[in-house]
């Protein structure tokens, strides 16, 4: 103590006093800075919200009602999260264009902001499963070979072996995962849009679904590469039949052709 | 043939010639063959191009089976294909991952195989239809038809065989269906299928077993009936079209040697080179793709090769019936197509036999028919192939539905109805085409050519002037022969006795009237005919 009360009319005690209040402002500020962000983000959380009902109003509602409660033209919205908006929006299928047997993929009309306010919006009629964030999705590091073992007992009796997609009864089908981004391949596992079953957390811990997503973009991805050369569309023994009688046997009929017409010939002079 | 009293050395490729005539007798088979003559048609080459594929097909078998390994212990792959790295599969997938990535050349070669086997089927298919629509499966060559039919039967099996080595998950599912089908048999399948597969599916047997019938029995049996084919295609002569100078005694065309050596020969390397080159720009079967075989694993577009694509076809598309009697299943959903499908191919084969009974003809024929002078048969022909297009459609239902977006269950509906009403239409429309070629043959013959010159008489009349045909063509659009339809004998003889007529003769005085019936073929025209024509001339 005497140390201390000696020194303190040291010239730099000042400084020093003034650091400590910094630092145990700044730590108290740390300690309790997720609940400030938190609240900070209800505001904007709530604006989104706002925002997003408009959206939804003018888009959605006509089919799944104006609360989201759902009519006979679409199934009612809540509790079925932002990561289903995400999905369905951001791959285009909704706002659907007409109903039928599944709603197709089609070209993106919302930005992602507008999707993200469409979802936050959903999400607050109701808890469901939440967009996911970049680290729940992103297959780097992911098991590529479990993930297609995964694949081939989960996903390939509807999806074929590498995701090229195939048909379901009555119109319905499971699309092609060419050029799905790992988010949507997430999204679409944990949410089960349409006509696919979902595959929660429980069933499929998020590390098998980050192993089935590095599958999916190693084989059927922009670099999956096909060391036989062309894939024939990936579908197997039809199109691979179809190509052998179009260009292997079309090929040698002709070359039999060419044969047969050029006979040999007594030649004079 | 050198005596000793020789002072002068005969050359030395004429003694090793007399060397091995002296064993072999190659003298006189040289000269009853070199000059053997073939007559030239393109499709005439098609059973050249099975022939080559079939070669191609061994030839590259023999390579792959220096790395395969015919076995169903489990491994876990190290190799370098990353996305199967660390799974458990059988010896049998992992070494033709080894043929397929580390192996020098052994991708090219495998796909090479593979693709030569599809086009060796489709090229028997297209070989046999040929010899179908021109008759050239009459007397006295139905014994090879049958010879190449079995070809063709044995080929699907043995490309099957093949097919589910590398115990892939889309093979292994086909080894699964086959089994079905199996099981479906009643009383003796459950034994079937445990005696084929050494006890429950998989088991650990069936690569091995499948290994030796895909490289020794069935190529061994086919390998022999392609000998007795060629054997006896020199033997009967090859068939020729009608044409100036070619009659049923003789075969207009090339000496086997020279022409017809370096003809097939460059073929042969021709077809080599087009099998290559597919094989080198399209991926086929590739089964780091489709990962090992697990028997709780399946994928959706899960389809045998194309040969395979008909007996897929019936199944998918037979309503899955089932009938339960004192314990037992009796699954008619499998088992009546596994009835239908040999049924349809045998339709085929035995038709030889069945038009020789309805025609009652015994005489031999070495001219090729245009499948327009028999218009029922090549309506048939083409019944059958409808059929059998129609079960490929149902075979391939899932991408039908995908790639055309329809529905699957409509596909289905529409194969099981057109596989019945298809070729009745399919007949009915061929029927009708060759009539209206026999016809357009006659008005050509009569009237000549049209030449689409246009001709103003002086009155103002136009007309279009035709040119007559040559003396050859006249010749080729007239030549064949048409049957006249048969009759029942008068119902008493010249002794007022009943006649005892058979049923099967009055069937086949029926169906020979179907066949050679006033509405089944145009009368070609008369010499009679042609010179009141031409003697009308100018006029049409």
Redesign the interface.
């Known amino acids: 103590m005497k140390k201390l009360s000696a020194r303190r009319r040291h010239p730099l005690a000042a400084v020093v006093v003034l650091l400590l209040a910094l630092a145990a402002t700044g730590g108290l500020y740390a300690a309790f800075a997720p609940a400030g962000t938190a609240k900070a983000d209800e505001t904007a959380q709530s604006l989104a919200i706002e925002e997003g009902k408009k959206l939804y109003s003018v888009g959605c509602a006509s089919c799944h009602g104006t609360g989201g409660q759902g009519t006979s033209d679409g199934p009612s919205l809540v509790g079925v999260g932002s990561a289903a908006v995400d999905f369905q929006v951001g791959t285009g299928r909704m706002p659907a264009q007409q109903p039928g047997?599944q709603v197709p993929k089609k070209k993106t009309i919302y930005s992602q902001a507008e999707i993200d306010q469409l979802a936050a919006y959903v999400a607050s009629l109701g808890a469901g499963p939440i967009t996911p964030t970049e680290s729940q999705y992103s297959p780097d590091g992911a098991?590529?070979?479990?993930?297609?073992?995964l694949f081939?007992?989960n996903c390939?009796?509807?999806?074929?072996?590498?995701g090229?997609?195939?048909?379901?009864?009555?119109?319905k089908?499971?699309p092609n995962l060419e050029g799905v981004s790992p988010k949507h391949l997430y999204e679409a596992m944990q949410t089960g849009p349409q006509n696919m079953p979902s595959f929660p957390d429980t069933t499929m811990p998020e590390k098998e679904k980050k192993d089935i997503i590095a599958?999916v973009q190693?084989?059927n991805g922009e670099k999956a590469d096909?060391?036989?050369?062309?894939?024939?569309g990936?579908?197997?023994?039809?199109?691979?039949?179809?190509?052998?009688?179009v260009?292997?046997?079309g090929?040698?009929?002709a070359?039999?052709?060419w044969?047969?017409?050029h006979?040999?010939k007594a030649k004079k002079s | 043939m050198s005596t000793v009293t020789d002072t002068k050395k005969a050359p030395a490729g004429e003694r090793v010639a007399d060397w091995a005539d002296g064993r072999l007798g190659i003298y006189t088979l040289a000269k009853a063959n070199m000059r053997k003559i073939f007559p030239d048609h393109w499709s005439f080459m098609l059973g050249e191009i099975c022939l080559y594929s079939f070669l191609i097909i061994i030839l590259t078998g023999v390579y792959l089976t220096m790395f395969f390994h015919p076995s169903m212990n489990e491994v876990e792959y190290v190799g370098p294909y990353v996305p199967l790295q660390g799974q458990l599969m059988s010896e049998a997938f992992n070494s033709t991952m080894h043929i397929s990535f580390e192996v020098r050349g052994g991708l090219l070669i495998r796909q090479i195989h593979h693709w030569a086997a599809l086009i060796f089927l489709a090229g028997m298919f297209v070989h046999m239809m040929r010899v179908f629509f021109t008759g050239a499966f009459r007397k006295p060559r139905e014994i090879n038809w049958l010879f190449g039919f079995l070809l063709f039967f044995l080929g699907m099996f043995t490309g099957f065989t093949g097919y589910s080595l590398p115990d892939d998950l889309l093979s292994g599912t086909g080894v699964r269906f086959m089994q079905g089908a199996i099981l479906s048999v009643p009383v003796i399948g459950t034994y079937l299928s445990m005696f084929l597969f050494g006890g429950e599916f998989p088991g650990g047997d069936f690569v091995a077993r499948f290994y030796s019938a895909h490289v020794l029995l069935l190529p061994g049996i086919m390998l022999g009936l392609v000998v007795a084919h060629l054997i006896l295609v020199f033997f009967h002569k090859h068939t020729q079209f009608e044409g100036p100078g070619r009659t049923n005694k003789n075969v207009v065309g090339m000496p086997l040697l020279p022409v017809y050596m370096a003809k097939a020969g460059g073929f042969f390397f021709l077809v080599f080179g087009v099998i290559a080159v597919i094989a080198a720009i399209a991926s086929i079967n590739p089964i780091w793709a489709l990962g090992p075989y697990r028997p709780d694993q399946v994928s959706t577009g899960a389809q045998p090769d194309w040969y395979m694509g008909f007996a897929e076809g019936l199944i998918r598309v037979m309503p899955g019936w089932e009938i339960n009697l004192w314990g037992h299943t009796l699954v008619l959903g499998v088992m009546i197509p596994l009835a239908i499908f040999p049924a349809v191919l045998a339709a085929i084969a035995v038709y030889p036999f069945i038009e020789s009974w309805i025609t009652g003809d015994k005489r031999e024929h070495h001219i090729a028919q245009r499948p327009r002078n028999a218009p029922t048969r090549t309506g048939f022909g083409v019944a059958w192939i409808t059929a059998y297009m129609i079960m490929l459609i149902g075979g391939g239902n899932d991408l039908w539905a995908t790639h055309f977006h329809l529905s699957l269950n409509s596909i289905t509906w529409f194969v099981r109805i057109f596989f019945f009403v298809g070729p009745v239409i399919a007949f009915i429309v061929t029927k009708r085409i060759c009539l209206g070629l026999q016809r357009r043959d006659k008005d050509k013959v009569l009237h000549g050519r049209e030449s689409g010159i246009i001709k103003r008489l002086p009155h103002g009349e136009f007309v279009e002037i035709h040119e007559p045909l040559s003396q050859g063509e006249l010749h080729r659009l007239t030549a064949h022969e048409q049957y006249d339809a048969a009759a029942l004998p008068p119902a008493v003889d010249e002794n007022g006795v009943e006649r005892k007529i058979g049923r099967m003769e009055k069937l086949r005085v029926k169906l020979n009237k179907g066949y050679y019936g006033g509405d089944s073929q145009i009368a070609k025209p008369t010499v009679e005919e042609y010179k009141e024509i031409q003697s009308g001339h100018g006029h049409h």
């Open positions: 047997a098991d590529i070979a479990k993930g297609g073992e081939r007992t390939a009796q509807c999806h074929n072996f590498t090229e997609g195939g048909a379901l009864t009555y119109g089908y499971a599958y190693a084989v096909s060391p036989g050369g062309l894939s024939l990936g579908l197997g023994p039809v199109s691979e039949g179809l190509f052998a009688w260009f292997g046997l090929a040698l009929i070359v039999a052709v044969v047969a017409a006979t040999a």
